[in-house]
């Protein structure tokens, strides 16, 4: 059993605690940044352009196209490590690519593919799922409901940044005064 001073604060708490201790941060602070609505699209184009790792509560990002380079950790997966006199943050990473690439997914589609089959039926086994994934079966069956499908994982257009975040950071930050966030 975990001690309660070593797990992480629960899921609704986390992401406030993790955006405190960022903005706090000499080395983070200044290139934290809020967006409006979902961060996926934000932090998939991220990827996408340089690589990295997003650490999200939200498998859907795996589903996004984050580039070669990109890769996705869950918080639910964070543990605390200690090492001797260290501690340190550990968790599993998942790289798309390289899973869509061990799937022997088509290239072009990757994950999305698998989503969608899953999206179409949630109750097959993953062999089927698999297969059908590899041969494009609901893409080529039911073309505008994936174009439909496709919708949520659009990449922003180039150029497109967070321009509300320049409101949201510093009403955040006056709020710190008066708001305390567990930090680890």
């Known amino acids: 059993m975990k001690s309660k001073l070593t797990t992480l604060p629960p899921i609704p708490f986390l992401v406030p605690a993790v955006l ?18 979902e961060a996926d699209l934000y932090c998939a184009k991220y990827l996408n352009q340089y690589g990295g790792v997003v650490l999200s509560g939200d498998s859907d990002l795996l589903v996004h196209d984050l580039g070669g380079d990109g890769a996705v950790g869950f918080f639910k997966d964070i543990e605390l490590a200690t090492y001797g006199d260290s501690r340190s943050l550990r968790s599993q990473i998942y790289h798309p690519a390289e899973i869509s690439q061990r799937l022997d997914l088509p290239k072009a589609h990757g994950l999305q593919a698998l989503a969608f089959e899953l999206s179409m039926d949630s109750q097959v086994k993953f062999r089927k799922l698999l297969v059908d994934s590899q041969s494009l079966r609901a893409v080529k069956a039911y073309p505008s409901e994936f174009k439909d499908f496709l919708k949520d994982y659009k990449q922003l257009p180039t150029g497109s940044s967070s321009t509300s975040s320049v409101k949201i950071l510093p009403a955040l930050r006056s709020r710190k005064e008066h708001i305390s966030f567990p930090t680890f």
Do not use: C
């Open 20 to 37: 405190e201790a960022l903005l706090d941060s000499t080395q983070y602070g200044e290139i934290t940044e809020v967006v409006p609505g």
